[in-house]
């Protein structure tokens, strides 16, 4: 059932006044009776359709996912060439719920499994929320356009041509039903019982679905099928080709901001059989780590940022040890890819296909872990990574990111005890993304 059509039904229910019995003798009158319903409850409440119609997530007003691997964002990015889509995992999967099952949401819950090296296993879950949603969902009148009027006349002339398939459809209920409480409401809207008045076209048409779609012929199914086919009047109608553009423009001069939290286990490899003399390993957890991210995005910048706290250990017989990690992310689109402007007159130019231009971003990320147990000589900062990276992103939902990241470890030199970083720069990496 669309949504105006679940809202009238919500709308009816709730009103106030008094329902009447009524018995129609038979399905003309009772269908006459119910045109006058639904054309009543179309004028009564179109304009308080119309206030609460849009809705962000269902029209794509979103925060871009293109931003550093933190908790928000690692779980809709497919990373290819370089790296799998976990990092450090050697293969891997993860799974938004709410978009894998269609679930229109102000966010996301996560779910994801990895192999890792030394046949380790990473399980790990996170959630983001759209902080836009507390802004509550945009108007017509936010989006620079005017909601349709109801036409009272074309909705009447509209439900008049299914006159005939009300009837025929009717018609076979009365002789596929018999009668009973179960069955009194759809024998009521056909006028052959005495029942509540109807609450609208759409939801009739429902009900007489339910009790005979098992017992009608080929050509009874098209009848019934029409009644289906009937949708209530929505008050984006008349602007529905201007709307891709009209949303594009109302999230990306607003301030859109997401918050994510998320964890992970990850577990040492289950050993079997023989027992040698180094202790083997049942399946113990190896690392436990938490972590809170941000990101923001407003035109064409993009800032994202996330901490976290992880307690691991390298193997069985290794201590314990708990870690701090950081991580930023900054982007701009600084030329288009296309012969249309990333800018005109200070604003976006004319998106006919509601789609940003394609674009060259280029961006920075900065990363880093501080050991905080152990030894006091073995706290303190353990890596850093920096990084820099040009995106060529050629829609809403496909990118390629050529970078270059500059990678320091700790390490220790065992003849004198001495530790300092070891600075590596790898000579390419390319990301495919594929941004949701």
């Not at 990373?79 to 990092?87: C, E, L, M």
């Not at 293969?91 to 679930?103: E, H, K, N």
């Not at 939801?203 to 779609?213: C, E, F, I």
């Given at each position: 059932m669309s949504f105006a059509c679940a809202l009238f039904a919500t709308i009816a229910l709730s009103a106030t006044e008094e329902r009447t019995a009524y018995r129609f003798n038979g399905p003309e009158k009772a269908f006459e009776a119910l045109v006058a319903e639904t054309t009543r409850l179309h004028t009564a409440y179109f304009d308080k359709i119309a206030a609460a119609y849009l809705k962000p997530r269902e029209q794509g007003i979103?925060?871009?996912?293109?931003?550093?691997?933190?908790?928000?964002?690692?779980?809709?990015?497919?990373?290819?060439?370089?790296?799998?889509?976990?990092?450090?995992?050697?293969?891997?999967?993860?799974?938004?719920?709410?978009?894998?099952?269609?679930?229109?949401?102000?966010?996301?819950?996560?779910?994801?499994?990895?192999a890792l090296e030394g046949s380790a296993t990473q399980l790990g879950a996170s959630a983001s929320y759209d902080l836009g949603a507390l802004e509550g969902p945009p108007r017509f009148q936010d989006l620079g356009l005017k909601a349709c009027p109801y036409d009272l006349q074309d909705d009447r002339q509209r439900l008049e041509k299914l006159r005939s398939s009300y009837v025929i459809v009717c018609e076979q209920l009365i002789k596929a039903l018999p009668s009973s409480a179960e069955t009194a409401g759809a024998r009521g809207y056909c006028g052959y019982e005495e029942g509540s008045q109807p609450l609208s076209?759409?939801?009739?048409?429902?009900?007489?679905?339910?009790?005979?779609?098992?017992?009608?012929?080929?050509?009874?199914?098209?009848?019934?099928?029409?009644?289906?086919?009937?949708?209530?009047?929505?008050?984006?109608a008349c602007v529905k080709d201007q709307l891709p553009e009209a949303l594009l423009r109302f999230g990306w001069t607003r301030f859109t901001q997401q918050v994510g939290a998320g964890g992970s286990v990850t577990t040492l490899p289950l050993h079997f059989g023989f027992e040698p003399d180094t202790p083997l390993s049942k399946g113990e957890w190896k690392a436990v780590d938490a972590r809170a991210s941000y990101s923001l995005r407003v035109k064409y910048v993009e800032l994202s940022a996330s901490a976290g706290w992880s307690r691991s250990r390298d193997d069985l017989a290794s201590p314990l040890r708990s870690t701090l990690d950081a991580?930023?992310?900054?982007?701009?689109?600084?030329?288009?890819?296309?012969?249309?402007?990333?800018?005109?007159?200070?604003?976006?130019?004319?998106?006919?296909?509601?789609?940003?231009?394609?674009?060259?971003?280029?961006?920075?990320?900065?990363?880093?872990?501080?050991?905080?147990?152990?030894?006091?000589?073995?706290?303190?900062?353990?890596?850093?990574?920096?990084?820099?990276?040009?995106?060529?992103?050629?829609?809403?939902?496909l990118a390629v990111r050529l970078g270059v990241p500059l990678h320091g470890e700790l390490a220790t030199r065992e003849s004198d005890g001495q530790s300092g970083f070891v600075w590596s720069v790898p000579t390419f990496v390319t990301t495919v993304l594929e941004l949701k």
């Open positions: 979103g925060t871009s996912a293109l931003a550093a691997p933190t908790a928000i964002t690692v779980a809709k990015r497919v990373q290819a060439a370089i790296k799998t889509s976990q990092d450090g995992a050697e293969a891997g999967v993860s799974v938004a719920l709410l978009r894998l099952f269609d679930i229109p949401a102000s966010g996301d819950v996560q779910l994801s499994v990895a076209f759409s939801t009739a048409a429902v009900t007489l679905q339910r009790h005979v779609s098992d017992s009608i012929s080929a050509a009874q199914r098209s009848e019934l099928q029409a009644l289906l086919d009937y949708r209530d009047p929505v008050p984006d991580a930023a992310s900054a982007s701009i689109a600084v030329l288009s890819l296309s012969p249309m402007p990333l800018y005109e007159n200070g604003t976006l130019p004319s998106l006919p296909d509601g789609e940003l231009p394609p674009r060259l971003v280029i961006g920075m990320d900065l990363a880093g872990k501080w050991a905080v147990s152990g030894p006091a000589s073995q706290q303190g900062p353990t890596s850093f990574d920096v990084g820099v990276h040009v995106d060529l992103r050629f829609t809403s939902e």
